[in-house]
């Protein structure tokens, strides 16, 4: 059964258009976090949570903004997508900080800016 | 700081053919390393892992040793199969964090 599930897993939305993906987990890990990974590229890390507090990556674009109403959910706030932003966007999760937690990803959100 | 560096892709073997995937890091302290799986279209997967020096990751017929001399955890399998084909990540994880650093990726692509 699938622990971290991402919606949609294909997204379109017009250049300038706000978009929001969203993740979900089973796992009541402490921990979440939001990669962009573009074609051909290793996932890069944008911001994640310990519990509610948000943790931005330095080169993190302001465009990009995320919200963690509670343990289970967290979103992805893209507010005024370029195509630049066209990627898959991966939630991931991990227990309470040590060393070697294992991360466990979800399946991904296609972004296709038109 | 901390990176890693996996070799070059893509690497294209016939079935049943050995396989090595080399990975070497730079990280202060002792990393956590990880090999992931990415499937044509997916998310990540986690492959195997290693927390401390000589420890051995294995999983499906893959491994991967822990090297902190030669600071590298190199992928291998012995017999390699056509549903192997696939994107696989090196990765590390800095002592007592929860952030993990990717190599850049090397695809696998192997012909019946």
């Known amino acids: 059964d699938a622990m971290v599930i991402q919606n949609p897993r294909y997204q379109v939305t017009q250049f300038g258009k706000p978009v929001t993906l969203s993740c979900s987990q089973t796992l009541n890990h402490n921990v979440m976090y939001w990669y962009q990974q573009k074609s051909s590229q290793a996932p890069k890390l944008l911001f994640h949570y310990y519990d509610k507090d948000f943790n931005n990556e330095a080169d993190t674009p302001d465009n990009f903004q995320s919200r963690r109403p509670n343990t289970s959910f967290c979103f992805l706030d893209i507010r005024s997508p370029g195509l630049g932003d066209a990627a898959m966007y991966l939630c991931?999760?991990?227990?309470?900080?040590?060393?070697?937690?294992?991360?466990?990803f979800g399946e991904g959100s296609w972004l296709t800016v038109v | 700081g901390n990176s890693v560096t996996q070799m070059e892709g893509p690497v294209t073997l016939s079935e049943e053919a050995f396989l090595t995937i080399n990975c070497t890091y730079t990280a202060t302290g002792y990393p956590s390393l990880f090999w992931y799986v990415q499937y044509p279209g997916e998310g990540l997967q986690l492959l195997l892992k290693a927390t401390k020096a000589d420890d051995k990751g294995s999983n499906k017929g893959f491994e991967a040793t822990y090297r902190k001399e030669t600071t590298s955890f190199h992928l291998e399998k012995g017999s390699v199969q056509v549903s192997d084909s696939a994107v696989y990540f090196c990765?590390?994880?800095?002592?007592?964090?929860?952030?993990?650093?990717f190599g850049t990726g090397t695809r696998l692509q192997v012909f019946p």
């Open positions: 990765a590390l994880s800095p002592y007592n964090t929860d952030k993990l650093i």
């Open positions: 991931a999760t991990s227990g309470p900080q040590g060393a070697g937690n294992t991360i466990y």
